[in-house]
């Protein structure tokens, strides 16, 4: 987690800097294609990595999205963990999507200080989700 925070943080504040028209409609799908699929898990789970991988791409940067990549293995099974530990509990799948949008919202407005507390926020939720499971 240390490492995904760190890293994630960094790709939140260059997508807030880099981001193009293209990059914003992708998130946008992503997030609407998210909500449709709130309750079917595996779905789910695979509409929330590629969140990040999109996020990651709007950076523009190569070694980003590689250093992500690397990463995602481990991020998979936390986020299969999370997802099933979310259908358990009402109203956390919902929060998840929620934090995502915040995120969002924050490329969207170009504003990178938002976007890092907004990420930091969802990375920090998803810790404690894990600890207390």
């Known amino acids: 987690m240390e ?7 960094s ?5 807030v800097i880099k981001r193009t028209e293209e990059d914003l409609k992708k998130l ?12 079917n898990a ?4 695979k509409i929330d990595i590629l969140f990040h991988r999109i996020l990651a791409q709007s950076t523009h940067n190569s070694i980003m999205v590689r250093l992500l990549e690397t990463i995602s293995e481990q991020m998979d099974k936390a986020m299969e ?3 099933r530990i979310s259908f ?5 799948t919902k929060r998840i999507l929620e934090e995502h949008r915040s995120i969002y919202q924050a490329v ?3 504003n990178p200080i938002l976007a890092q507390q907004n990420m930091l926020d969802h990375l920090e ?8 499971y």
């Open 81 to 83: 963990e999370i997802r």
């Open 28 to 39: 946008e799908e992503n997030l609407n294609n998210m909500e449709l699929n709130i309750t």
């Open 125 to 132: 939720h998803f810790e404690n989700e894990m600890i207390e």
């Open 3 to 9: 490492a995904r925070k760190s890293l994630e943080i």
């Open 88 to 92: 358990n509990r009402p109203g956390l």
């Open 108 to 110: 969207v407005e170009k």
């Open 11 to 15: 790709i939140s504040r260059m997508a």
């Open 42 to 45: 595996n779905e789910s789970k």
